[in-house]
Structure formats: C-alpha cells, structure tokens
C-alpha cells in the first residue's frame, strides 16, 4: 500500500495540562487552544512551513516532531512512505511551557497519517491507526502517555502502562468545569523538571497522592467544590520548585485565595481549576496574582480531542 501522491489531510489538535496537581504522568486535560497541520504526499522532499510559535527555530525537515510522527504511524498502518510530504503548521500552543505541545505535534503526526490513508479505499489500513494505536505511536516519541491521552481523545483522561503498552480512558469533566491558565514568558524544558524529581518517595506521600487522584477524578467530573482538596500534591510541584521558583509562589499564592491552582505539566505555566459560574472573579484574583508579563488565558476544556478538519 502506498500513499498517492496528491493524498492531503488537515487536522487540529488541543493544548493539554498534564498531572493536575496529584495525578502525576497519569491525568491530564484537553484545552480550547489548538494548533492546525495541513500536510500533503508531494514531490520527492520534506518540505515545512511554520507560523505562529516557534516560526523562527522548529526544524524544516524529517527531524520535525509531526513527520517524524506521521512516518511512524505509517509505518504502524504497514504503508508504504511517500518521498516527498509538504507540512503547513499553525503553531498557537505556547512551546516548553507545560501545555503539551510536543504531545500535540505527535499526535498531530499520527492523525495526519490517518487523514492520509482515508484519501485511499483503505478502510482496513485506516483501522491499524485506530485510538489505540495512535496512543502507542504518540507516547513512543512523547515519551509517557499523559499529555498525548488528553490531546488524541478531549475532555479528562486517565493513563497508564499495560504490558508495556499505553492505554488511557477519557472521562467527561464537569459541564462547569472552566480552566484558567497563566503562562509565563519563560521557557523551562521537561527534563530539566523531571530531573529535579527524587527517585524515591515516602510511602505517606504516595498514600496521600493516591487518595487525592482518587478525589481528584470525582471532583473534575462530578463535584467541583472538591477541587480545592482535590488538587493538593506531596510527590512532584514541591521538589521542583527550585527550578521554577515564580511558578510555586504563584501556585502559594493563588491558593491561598480559595482557588484549585496546580503547575500545569512540568512547568512554569499554571492551571487553575475552576467553574463557569466564577470564572471572572476566579480570573480576576488570578490577573492581579500574576507577575510582570505572564498571560492569564480562559482557553475553556476541548470535550472532542484532536479532530480531522474538512
């Protein structure tokens, strides 16, 4: 099987906010922010145009997270690669900030490929890129499966390794559920994060995180006046804190108003979990909270996930 040439597709896929406060690597939520990919089997080159963020320093070539992404899930549908792929991508995600954008673009590769094939009479080679699949291609570039849930299935999703494989389940949040986001103008990469992390725990503090995990699902789909309880965390925002220092003070701060704010991902942005029906007093507290030349962002929850685009 072999992509003709000509074959295009457009897809879009959301911002995520990964951990939640205690669900660490396992929960994570899909936001109303996008980014798009048009991508087209043409010519004998890769060929990548970006606008928006990160214009100025993403690779132009196979080294690019979505081709890589594509070409890997091709791979996984057993189809032939094309030589040539010409990518348009709109970039709105905000880069090392803890908003999955990495997640994002992988998963923005796999569902480039299923757009793809669909432009054959492969209905069965369309199959081999079900959810499923998707998953496993996504979270083996990402890395762990939490972001890359959120953005591939919308709404809340809950993650976790079987037998080696990821797998997720998505869960519908609150229909009051109303995010609100801070970003800074600084950048902080996953792995300098991840490198602030113990490599061990006390067993008190994983009983607590697992408790608060627990609460945490009930509190986001069911009962939002739990969220403040909910979103409390001993394994992994503390330990990181010398790395990002105006993210845990603003974390302090915001909940000492009331409100449920936790590091979104690995950081330095922060979620903010909220309702509709205080939305503006609960972004208000946040806009007058946040330092010089952070973005306070009500991007709303994306319910459907990373979708085709006619």
Known sequence: MKIAAGAS?????PATSANLGPGFDSLGLALGLTDEVQVEARGDAVVVEVEG?????????????????????LDAAGCAQPAGLRLRCRNRLPHGRGLGSSASAAVAGVLAARGLLRNEDTVDRVGALDDATALRVATALEGHPDNAAAALLGGLTIAWSEGGDAVAVRVD?????????LVPPNRLSTRTARAALPAMVPHADAAFNAARSALLVEALSRRPDLLLAATEDRLHQRQRGPAMPTTLALVDGLRSHGLAAVVSGAGPSVLVLSTATELADVTR?????APHGWRVLTPGIARRGAQQLP
């Open 285 to 289: 507290t946040a806009a007058g909270c």
């Open 53 to 73: 963020e990160g214009a100025d320093e993403l690779p132009r070539d196979e080294s690019h997270l979505v081709v890589r992404s594509l070409r890997a899930a």
């Open 173 to 181: 949040p609150h229909p009051e559920l109303a995010p609100v986001v």
């Open 9 to 13: 597709a457009w897809v879009e896929v």
